[in-house]
């Protein structure tokens, strides 16, 4: 860890704090979690998830930024109030600054120049990669205790990505993830593992966002959440937007953005489509895919929670990349992949709202628990749209890809245990949905739908363990499991 001294802020800045004090004119203000600011996060969720969820428990966020284009950097202003969810005393308050990671969101950077605590202004320390800030907090937060934290940050948007292009700025199309100070998850600890090299790194809490921010007019914009309204400020709109439970906030802007719109399950699903070559698959194909995967996924695992679903073509060099509400696919998939192809993609992504943006996990030291269920899930998406051949010919390729039980490393691998993407991929996505297999035909279709049902119920907006996913199979199946567990993870009880 090295000490960081407070910043002065240079010139440059000066003229976007300027255009921030005119946004702080129009954006909301005032203590967080007043009735207003419940209603606003109400309004990205569905009516039967409005009043069921305990949105007072939630950290809650608001954001004030200003995105310039021209110079690929952002500016912004974050309040964020924490109530301590824990029985014991927390010392610090733990951030993440993605940007900072030469991997995964790598290329650009993020530098804090103030934090406040309740008004003090306080000194933070910075690891030495620079992607966790901690913050002191004195006297600790006693359990049930609230603390609201205020921050002033910049951030330059990379053009030439050192990750997968999901922070990164081009002429097409600017995507912005992990674009402000994200608190880590608080669980028995603040969850800060290292920014692996392949695999995911978005490891959050379930949060409220309420965000305004400001961008040239000239582009449109696809986010987390909804729009709740948008304001014209000369050359500028300003957006804003809420999220209720989200993991994360990810935003998308683009001048050549092509919209398409289908609802389903009382969500409206949103294709963005960027311009593609004469031969490319109509972007009707893609929308249809997403829509037809929501379907399918809110009859077999449980509803979506949010009233919109976004699917946006970027330039993501890993195929696609799931967010809350939203996700990104790989623009070329369509241009130039197979149908097979962008299938997998687009359905695999969209199963992360459910094993992701729903049920958390931690990505990084258990990244099977939702990477193998979102790849399970293309075949249920499969079953239900296309019928049972489908769905086998996609369990097929699961074992083409992922080989016999044990070859490749456990399914329970941490990502930090591998340097490709071929190599994790294997035991991580393809044999963890092997046995996904193996346990629905062990457990039968009932106990198993009922299985991701409870499972999704139980720990929807929280963050489940290996130890959770399995134990509760067995709970259902009325069983142990030992044998199967044994047979795929090399233990009777794995993550116990
Ligand atoms: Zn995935």
Same mark, same amino acid.
């Given at each position: 860890m090295r000490y960081v001294p407070i910043a002065r802020r240079g010139d440059r800045t000066a003229a976007l704090l300027a255009l921030l004090l005119i946004v702080v004119l129009v954006a909301p203000a005032g203590p967080l979690r007043a009735q207003s600011d419940l209603e606003a996060q109400r309004a990205a969720l569905r009516p039967e998830f409005r009043n069921s969820?305990?949105?007072?428990d939630y950290p809650h966020y608001r954001i004030i930024a200003t995105v310039n284009l021209d110079a690929a950097i952002l500016h912004g202003q974050e309040q964020v109030l924490f109530r301590n969810p824990a029985a014991e005393p927390i010392h610090d308050l733990v951030f993440r600054l993605?940007?900072?990671?030469? *991997?995964?969101?790598? /290329?650009g950077s993020m530098t804090v120049e103030r934090v406040t605590l309740d008004t003090t202004e306080v000194a933070w320390t910075l690891s030495a990669d620079g992607t966790t800030m901690t913050v002191p907090l004195d006297p600790p937060l006693a359990p049930g205790e609230e603390v609201e934290a205020n921050i002033t940050f910049g951030a330059r948007i990379p =053009?030439? $990505? =050192? /990750?997968?292009?999901?922070f990164h700025h081009s002429a097409a199309i600017t995507s912005l993830s992990g674009w402000f100070p994200v608190l880590a998850p608080y669980e028995g600890?603040? #969850?800060? &593992?290292a920014i692996p090299g !392949?695999?995911?790194?978005?490891? %959050?809490?379930a949060s409220l966002y309420d965000v305004t921010l400001t961008a040239p007019s000239t582009h449109a914009l696809a986010s987390t959440g909804v729009t709740l309204s948008t304001q014209a400020e000369g050359d500028a709109t300003v957006w804003r937007l809420t999220s209720g439970p989200a993991r994360g906030f990810a935003i998308a802007l683009s001048d050549r953005f092509r919209v398409l719109e289908a609802e389903r399950e009382g969500v409206t699903i949103r294709y963005h489509a960027l311009p593609g070559s004469q031969?490319?698959?109509? &972007?009707e194909v893609a929308l249809e895919i997403a829509a037809d995967a929501l379907a399918a996924y809110s009859r077999r695992? /449980?509803?979506?929670?949010?009233t919109e679903f976004d699917v946006v073509e970027t330039p993501? *060099?890993?195929g696609g990349y799931e967010f809350a509400g939203m996700v990104f696919v790989e623009h070329s998939l369509r241009t130039v992949g197979s149908l097979s192809q962008l299938r997998f993609i687009v359905a695999h992504e969209t199963a992360h709202q459910w094993w %992701?943006? #729903? !049920?958390? *996990?931690?990505?990084? /030291?258990? &990244?099977?628990?939702?990477e193998s269920l979102a790849t399970y899930s293309t075949a249920v998406y499969l079953e239900e749209t296309l019928g049972l051949d489908a769905a086998a010919g996609m369990i097929a390729y699961f074992r083409g890809e992922g080989g016999a039980p044990g070859s490749g490393g &456990?399914?329970?691998? *941490?990502?930090? #245990? %591998?340097? $490709?993407w071929a190599t994790y991929r294997r035991p991580v996505y393809y044999q963890g949905a092997q046995f996904l297999v193996a346990l629905r035909s062990a457990m039968g279709d009932d106990a198993f739908f009922s299985l991701l049902g409870q499972y999704l119920s139980t720990y929807r907006f929280r963050i489940a363990r290996t130890a959770d996913f399995l134990d509760l199979a067995e709970q259902v199946a009325g069983r142990e499991l030992d044998d199967l567990y044994l047979a795929w993870f090399g233990v009777a009880e794995p993550g116990a």
């Open positions: 969820l305990p949105l007072a993605l940007p900072n990671a030469r *991997s995964i969101y790598g /290329g =053009t030439r $990505s =050192t /990750g997968y292009s999901i600890g603040w #969850q800060a &593992p !392949v695999g995911d790194a978005n490891h %959050f809490a031969t490319a698959r109509a &972007p695992f /449980g509803p979506y929670p949010y993501v *060099s890993i %992701f943006a #729903q !049920v958390g *996990s931690d990505p990084v /030291g258990e &990244p099977w628990l939702d &456990p399914i329970t691998s *941490s990502a930090l #245990q %591998f340097g $490709s």
